[in-house]
């Protein structure tokens, strides 16, 4: 049965990214609330203004779409700002433990150590408690600043009772009362690059009451393999996304009381991670000079599983497999227009973009996408379940660890590769259950390498290794050449700041203004 939403009732960026290249500039802004009634006044002149999931014209077609906005407006909160609203007891110990203990609290499961820990955060986070997490994204700088003015100006009025904190560091070490973001620009456009140099956003999950277009849900979805063998993709349960919906596990995801607070809500795991561009790039060189071929951007996909241009190692996994795919575009490209049979080809390569497995694809051991790579440790696609059962479940257990990512880079990049520049991603991950989503990615597929049979290698791309890990990089068997090690894999990433938070239904919000009645 197809699931329809209600799209007016969920906040925008669930389920469709507003888009580095619709919207280049966002900048996420955090307040204290310090008396209860202020905030509740403060988020109700928020409310008209909200981006919801309505589809916007471009890519809906029907009536009811709007016009695309030039700016977005969405906000969250942590859990004690749910308490500073004076929620009751019995509604906020329904929200999941790890919501409850904060992000900083959860510092050993999500590896935050050494130059990631806490101490080391942009000082926001360790001044006022951090309760209200709200984003605007805009298609230009102009519009940007218009709006932030707004948003300031309804802080009028509400007698000092909320506050706007400060204390993110941007650039030359200035520290300033919001966190900006920005596309990464070539050529003077917004592309979706990040600071290492690879594409990005191109895998998200896909589930049911998103619009079907068979481009998002190839690759997206999940892996279905019918007992003659035959693969196709499906839409994921709603229920890991949005609560208030059944999961994978035809459960409803744990949920606070009263049912209408959690209903169409979904908590969004903020992470500010800097990116330590010097070293990454100077690592890739010197150890491609020992990789077999020579060829840093190999070198860099067998690290992402991707090449730096997007295109997936499932489908070029050498040098030459990639000079010869990116003829085959070009030329599919150039007769595309004039010729069908060109057309039809150049739709079977763009699926086979995003739609692979690594079972299907034949490389279960990685001889094409290292297992220990970023993007197949983080959405292993099917493979960690070989067994007889595999017509039944061939992704059941990845199923269950899907997050939807909204990252969105911050700092503009440097001429010169450096690692004390102001570059990294505002990290961001929607889903219904963190410990089971979020967090288990974080600690079980990226920093622990047990899964994969890597023992305790971690991923190296965003791992929390210092200087003393490796990762294997299989070779298979013909080619002659034996596995290859990366060693004395240096942090590449560090964390800045983050907190867990709740986006709640626009009914939701509307009963924490007015109170919840829990008769
Ligand atoms: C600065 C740190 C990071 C960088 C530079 C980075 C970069 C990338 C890139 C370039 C891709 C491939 C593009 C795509 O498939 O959409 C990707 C995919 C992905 N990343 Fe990351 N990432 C980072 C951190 C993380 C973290 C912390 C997580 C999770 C805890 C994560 C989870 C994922 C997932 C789930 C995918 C999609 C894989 C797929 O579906 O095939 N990433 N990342």
């Given at each position: 049965?197809?699931?329809?939403?209600?799209?007016?009732?969920?906040?925008?960026?669930?389920?469709?990214?507003?888009?580095?290249?619709?919207?280049?500039?966002?900048?996420?802004?955090?307040?204290?609330?310090?008396?209860?009634?202020?905030?509740?006044?403060?988020?109700?002149?928020?409310?008209?203004?909200?981006?919801?999931?309505?589809?916007?014209?471009?890519?809906?077609?029907?009536?009811?779409?709007?016009?695309?906005?030039?700016?977005?407006?969405?906000?969250?909160?942590?859990?004690?700002?749910?308490?500073?609203?004076?929620?009751?007891?019995?509604?906020?110990?329904?929200?999941?433990?790890?919501?409850?203990m904060?992000?900083?609290?959860?510092?050993?499961?999500?590896?935050?150590?050494?130059?990631?820990?806490?101490?080391?955060?942009?000082?926001?986070?360790?001044?006022k408690?951090?309760?209200?997490?709200?984003?605007?994204?805009?298609?230009?700088?102009?519009?940007?600043?218009?709006?932030?003015?707004?948003?300031?100006?309804?802080?009028?009025?509400?007698?000092?009772?909320?506050?706007?904190?400060?204390?993110?560091?941007?650039?030359d070490?200035?520290?300033?009362?919001?966190?900006?973001?920005?596309?990464?620009?070539?050529?003077?456009?917004p592309?979706?690059?990040?600071?290492?140099?690879?594409?990005?956003?191109?895998s998200?999950?896909?589930?049911?009451?998103?619009?079907?277009?068979?481009?998002?849900?190839q690759?997206?979805?999940?892996?279905?393999?019918?007992k003659?063998?035959?693969?196709?993709w499906?839409?994921?349960?709603?229920?890991?996304?949005?609560?208030?919906?059944?999961?994978?596990?035809?459960?409803?995801?744990?949920?606070?009381?009263?049912r209408?607070?959690?209903?169409?809500?979904?908590?969004?795991?903020?992470r500010?991670?800097?990116?330590?561009?010097?070293?990454?790039?100077?690592?890739?060189?010197?150890?491609?000079?020992?990789?077999?071929?020579?060829?840093?951007?190999?070198?860099?996909?067998?690290?992402?599983?991707?090449?730096?241009?997007?295109?997936?190692?499932?489908?070029?996994s050498?040098?030459?497999?990639?000079?010869?795919?990116?003829?085959?575009?070009?030329?599919?490209l150039?007769?595309?227009?004039?010729?069908?049979?060109?057309?039809?080809?150049?739709?079977?390569?763009?699926q086979?973009?995003?739609?692979?497995?690594?079972?299907?694809?034949?490389?279960?051991?990685?001889?094409?996408?290292?297992?220990?790579?970023?993007?197949?440790?983080?959405?292993?696609?099917?493979?960690?379940?070989?067994?007889?059962?595999?017509?039944?479940s061939?992704?059941?257990?990845?199923?269950?660890?899907?997050?939807?990512?909204?990252?969105?880079?911050?700092?503009?990049?440097?001429?010169?590769?450096?690692?004390?520049?102001?570059?990294?991603?505002?990290?961001m991950?929607?889903?219904?259950?963190?410990?089971?989503?979020?967090?288990?990615?974080?600690?079980?597929?990226?920093?622990?390498g047990?899964?994969f049979?890597?023992?305790?290698?971690?991923?190296?791309?965003?791992?929390?290794?210092?200087?003393?890990?490796?990762?294997?990089?299989?070779?298979?068997?013909?080619?002659?050449?034996?596995?290859?090690?990366?060693?004395?894999?240096?942090?590449?990433?560090?964390?800045?700041?983050?907190?867990?938070?709740?986006?709640?239904?626009?009914?939701?919000?509307?009963?924490?203004?007015?109170?919840?009645?829990?008769?």
């Amino acid at each position: 049965m197809t699931q329809v939403l209600n799209l007016t009732d969920i906040q925008g960026n669930i389920l469709k990214g507003y888009g580095r290249l619709s919207f280049p500039k966002a900048r996420y802004i955090f307040f204290h609330i310090s008396r209860a009634e202020s905030g509740r006044l403060f988020i109700n002149s928020l409310i008209p203004h909200l981006t919801t999931s309505i589809r916007w014209r471009p890519f809906g077609g029907s009536e009811d779409d709007i016009e695309r906005p030039t700016t977005t407006l969405n906000l969250a909160f942590s859990y004690e700002g749910l308490k500073a609203l004076e929620l009751p007891f019995q509604s906020l110990r329904g929200f999941s433990d790890a919501f409850q203990m904060g992000m900083q609290a959860r510092s050993a499961i999500l590896g935050d150590d050494n130059s990631s820990s806490p101490q080391y955060w942009d000082p926001i986070w360790s001044g006022k408690p951090v309760h209200l997490w709200v984003s605007i994204y805009a298609q230009n700088v102009e519009s940007l600043e218009k709006r932030y003015l707004w948003l300031i100006r309804q802080l009028d009025s509400k007698e000092g009772g909320i506050e706007l904190l400060a204390g993110h560091r941007g650039d030359d070490g200035k520290t300033l009362p919001y966190q900006d973001a920005s596309a990464v620009y070539r050529d003077g456009l917004p592309s979706s690059q990040e600071h290492f140099g690879y594409h990005d956003v191109i895998s998200n999950p896909f589930f049911e009451g998103c619009e079907l277009k068979p481009e998002r849900l190839q690759g997206n979805g999940k892996r279905i393999y019918d007992k003659q063998g035959d693969r196709s993709w499906q839409a994921l349960a709603t229920g890991e996304f949005l609560l208030g919906h059944p999961d994978e596990a035809k459960e409803y995801p744990a949920a606070p009381t009263p049912r209408q607070l959690g209903f169409n809500g979904t908590y969004l795991v903020y992470r500010k991670l800097h990116q330590n561009v010097g070293s990454f790039k100077s690592y890739c060189e010197q150890m491609a000079t020992q990789y077999p071929g020579n060829d840093v951007d190999l070198f860099m996909a067998k690290l992402m599983g991707r090449w730096p241009d997007g295109t997936p190692l499932t489908l070029a996994s050498s040098t030459e497999a990639k000079q010869a795919v990116d003829i085959q575009m070009s030329r599919l490209l150039e007769q595309a227009q004039t010729s069908p049979d060109a057309a039809e080809e150049l739709v079977r390569l763009r699926q086979n973009w995003r739609g692979f497995d690594y079972i299907s694809e034949d490389d279960p051991y990685g001889f094409k996408c290292p297992v220990s790579s970023h993007t197949r440790r983080a959405n292993p696609r099917a493979s960690l379940e070989i067994s007889d059962s595999i017509a039944d479940s061939p992704s059941g257990l990845v199923n269950r660890h899907r997050i939807i990512r909204r990252g969105m880079p911050y700092g503009a990049p440097s001429h010169v590769p450096s690692d004390s520049g102001n570059q990294g991603i505002i990290f961001m991950a929607l889903n219904a259950c963190i410990e089971r989503q979020f967090e288990y990615v974080q600690q079980q597929w990226l920093n622990y390498g047990d899964a994969f049979n890597q023992s305790n290698d971690k991923d190296v791309v965003a791992g929390n290794q210092d200087g003393k890990g490796k990762s294997v990089i299989p070779s298979d068997p013909q080619s002659g050449h034996p596995p290859f090690f990366a060693t004395k894999v240096p942090r590449f990433v560090e964390t800045r700041g983050g907190e867990y938070f709740f986006m709640p239904s626009i009914t939701a919000l509307r009963m924490i203004v007015r109170g919840l009645d829990l008769r």
